[in-house]
């Protein structure tokens, strides 16, 4: 792919790794300690992993560690492949959807609305799988991702954003980060209201409760349907940047303000559960660039976001909340 004129210097980890796939690996020796599995052995929730939309994260590749954490708390981990049908989905217990793509031209190359991933009768069929009592765990990161997600995160009341969202309380900060200046790395923390009172922040015991999640760029959205519950929460100070083309960004790229607008939220849907999260690398743990620059669960700051995961899961699969 072409290089991106302009990238964030702090951020731009993030950009950079995304935008350029070879640079981006999994972390194959990251293993943090699972101390009280979920699961006795291999008996846990059959864990499904989209890989059937063109998706950036698969479990050879990039959500590598993803899958290895499922697996070490006991959940039977294996691919999805295949169109997204009632017999299809019939093999799974949890749906993991990690940035789909429409198709896999350049994302530089994607017009503008984002085409959706998924089609109006795969979307129908999640939606039913869902009432039905599954459990889905939708993440889609920031443009163009978002936006090929957009229709399947509406399907459940939710509005994606095809845009990236930084700190910038300033007006100076807005165009220091349109001219490629720095970024604050994005914390979620109980003090400031960004990472709310969740089962998933609580955990099962004292030593799952969390106080700092970590994320890696993403964008902001907006769910308002009855029911849904905040996780993380963006700050006050956060904008969304949102290029006609991604990565290409101006002194006149438009920009919005986000603060308190979601990077992570649940919802009970008829009998099933829904998690929407806007951030992918948070989930991962990879390293990016020759100096091999660790992003995700093994980077500095991030040292919970394992357990972070585990709890999503939990929820999602009815361990937390039952």
């Known amino acids: 792919m072409p290089a991106p004129r302009h990238l964030l210097s702090v951020a731009g980890l993030a950009l950079l790794a995304t ?54 708390d006991g959940y039977r981990v294996q691919p999805l492949r295949a169109t997204f049908t009632d017999d299809a989905l019939a093999a799974c217990d949890l749906l993991v ?31 039913r799988w869902v009432d039905s009592g599954g459990g889905l765990l939708l993440i889609a990161d920031h443009m163009p991702l978002a936006g090929a997600a957009a229709r399947l995160a509406a399907a459940f009341g939710a509005k994606f954003t095809d845009g990236f969202a930084y700190a910038g309380a300033s007006e100076a900060e807005i165009e220091s980060v349109r001219g490629g200046g720095s970024a604050r790395p994005t914390l979620f923390v109980p003090g400031d209201g960004s990472l709310p009172s969740h089962p998933i922040v609580d955990g099962r015991r004292a030593t799952e409760r969390l106080t700092q999640v970590r994320s890696f760029t993403g964008q902001a959205f907006r769910w308002d349907a009855e029911g849904v519950r905040p996780v993380l929460v963006l700050p006050n ?6 290029p006609k083309i ?59 976001n394992p357990q972070f995961v585990l709890n999503v899961l939990h929820w999602l699969t009815g361990l937390l909340e039952p």
């Open 19 to 72: 935008t350029v796939p070879a640079q981006q690996v999994p972390d194959r020796d990251f293993r943090p300690p699972v101390p009280h599995p979920a699961y006795d052995g291999d008996k846990g929730p059959r864990l499904c992993l989209d890989e059937g939309h063109h998706n950036f994260h698969t479990l050879d590749n990039r959500f590598w560690a993803f899958g290895e954490l499922a697996r070490r």
């Open 97 to 127: 959807i990690s940035n789909a793509q429409p198709n896999d031209g350049p994302w530089n190359k994607y017009p503008r609305p984002t085409p959706s991933a998924f089609t109006t009768a795969e979307t129908a069929a999640v939606e």
């Open 246 to 304: 991604a990565w290409q960004f101006e002194k006149d790229t438009p920009v919005r303000r986000v603060g308190g607008w979601l990077q992570g939220a649940t919802r009970r849907v008829g009998a099933g559960r829904v998690g929407l999260f806007g951030e992918a690398a948070m989930f991962s743990a990879q390293v990016a660039g020759p100096e091999k620059r660790p992003m995700g669960m093994n980077a500095p700051m991030a040292e919970q």
């Open 237 to 242: 100070d956060y904008i969304s940047l949102e």
